[in-house]
Nanobody, 124 residues
Framework: QVQLVESGGGLVQAGGSLRLSCLAS????????MGWFRQAPGKEREFVAA????????YYADSVKGRFTISKDNAKNTVYLQMNSLKPEDTAVYYC?????????????????WGQGTQVTVSS
């Protein structure tokens, strides 16, 4: 059974950085697409970034392009989201998601494995 466990969230001042981690287990992830989504209070869950586990293709929401980077470490079975120049509007619960045998998708309904989420709070 595929499991995703996020970590690395916390409280940071505007302009600061955080790195989120998503430890993946229970599958052979070379054939998976991995995504990061976020949900702020009172808002719908929205796409942040995604990549194929194998290969270098990545995709970012316009709101985070140039500030966030999605990467992975094969040896650790971990996907990362490096977040720089954080803004108060980045405050949300961040979720890691995965789907097998799929091109990169921006739609959360296309992903069938989800982590429990990690809170990111950016103070002004």
């Amino acid at each position: 059974q595929v499991q995703l466990v996020e970590s690395g969230g916390g409280l940071v001042q505007a302009g600061g950085s955080l790195r989120l981690s998503c430890l993946a287990s229970g599958g052979t992830f070379s054939s998976y697409t991995m995504g990061w989504f976020r949900q702020a209070p009172g808002k719908e869950r929205e796409f942040v970034a995604a990549r194929r586990w194998s290969g270098g293709i990545t995709y970012y929401a316009d709101s985070v392009k140039g500030r966030f980077t999605i990467s992975k470490d094969n040896a650790k079975n971990t996907v990362y989201l490096q977040m720089n120049s954080l803004k108060p509007e980045d405050t949300a619960v961040y979720y890691c998601a995965a789907v097998r045998y799929s091109d990169i998708s921006l739609r959360d309904r296309d992903y069938n494995y989800w982590g429990q989420g990690t809170q990111v709070t950016v103070s002004s």
